[in-house]
């Protein structure tokens, strides 16, 4: 059963394109038609990439990694953060940090320094300073947090990355390239999808169109989660692990009777003493 249907996109929107004049060749097979200077996105292609992306996106959450969700442009802001935020996933939704992935220790020490300004708010160390240090602190700390809050939790490369315009999220997909990182997007007829691993051909500014796409990825996402969850109680029945302190016991008494029985095997196989000798 498809995830999306065309009368539910349709309604969203995601049929529209950009002008006729702003378009990227390479987004003709997805393109049905042209109405008044307008592309029309063929509907019935995106219900299929929908699918496509939505399973290999609930596969990557059903091995337990982590799917980095990105959008910076104002109509996507805070759809994407609340969409990653209900299934616990890392989002950029303000501007992109060059190197973000590339130069990932570095972006992982900045985050480290945020947690340790906060260890200083809680220990006292923060009350002993000056009100100009103080200030200095507080700025710095919500500059990290406003562009590396949502990826706090992020302790490795993501398994992958979604993006919201792929044009203008550019950096973040030449990166993820570099790196091997595969790349679910929402392509408008403006963008070029030779670079994207999962194109999603839609509208990329319309809130509604951009909301029932992301819809469609997050209840995959739930799904894989769900499984994994239940796979892993499942091998927990299976193979129940005995408490340590039995497990010992058991093992003191198997060795107490092997001991037990060497002994007596050899003094059944020592020889008498003749009274002679």
Not at 188 to 197: A, G, H, K, L, Y
Not at 210 to 227: F, H, P, T, W
Not at 232 to 254: F, G, L, N, S
């Amino acid at each position: 059963m498809s995830r999306t249907n065309f009368e539910q996109l349709l309604e969203a929107g995601c049929h529209f394109g950009h002008l006729k004049r702003k378009w990227n060749p390479a987004m003709a097979p997805y393109i049905f038609m042209e109405r008044n200077g307008i592309h029309i996105i063929d509907l019935h292609k995106t219900v299929v990439k929908i699918d496509e992306a939505a399973a290999a996106i609930k596969q990557i959450a059903k091995s337990g990694r982590k799917v980095l969700f990105v959008a910076t442009k104002k109509q996507a802001k805070d759809i994407v953060a609340e969409k990653a935020s209900s299934v616990q996933m890392p989002y950029i939704t303000e501007r992109w940090a060059g190197g973000m992935l590339t130069n990932f220790p570095t972006i992982r020490k900045a985050v480290k320094k945020m947690t340790t300004i906060d260890k200083m708010t809680k220990d006292g160390t923060f009350d002993n300073m000056s009100k100009r240090e103080k200030l200095q602190i507080t700025r710095q700390r919500a500059k990290l947090e406003k562009t590396l809050g949502s990826i706090a939790d992020l302790a490795r490369l993501p398994a992958a990355l979604f993006v919201v315009d792929v044009m203008k999220e550019g950096i973040a997909v030449k990166e993820a390239l570099r790196l091997g990182i595969p790349v679910f997007g929402i392509v408008d007829t403006n963008s070029n999808p030779n670079d994207i691993d999962f194109v999603i051909p839609a509208n990329d500014d319309a809130t509604k169109s951009i909301d029932v796409i992301l819809s469609a990825m997050v209840d995959a996402i739930n799904e894989g989660v769900q499984e994994r969850k239940m796979e892993k109680t499942e091998t927990d029945e299976e193979v129940p692990a005995a408490p340590k302190e039995k497990r010992t016991r058991v093992a003191k008494k198997e060795r107490a009777q092997k001991d037990e029985e060497e002994v007596v095997n050899a003094d059944s196989e020592a020889k008498p003493v003749s009274e002679e000798e």
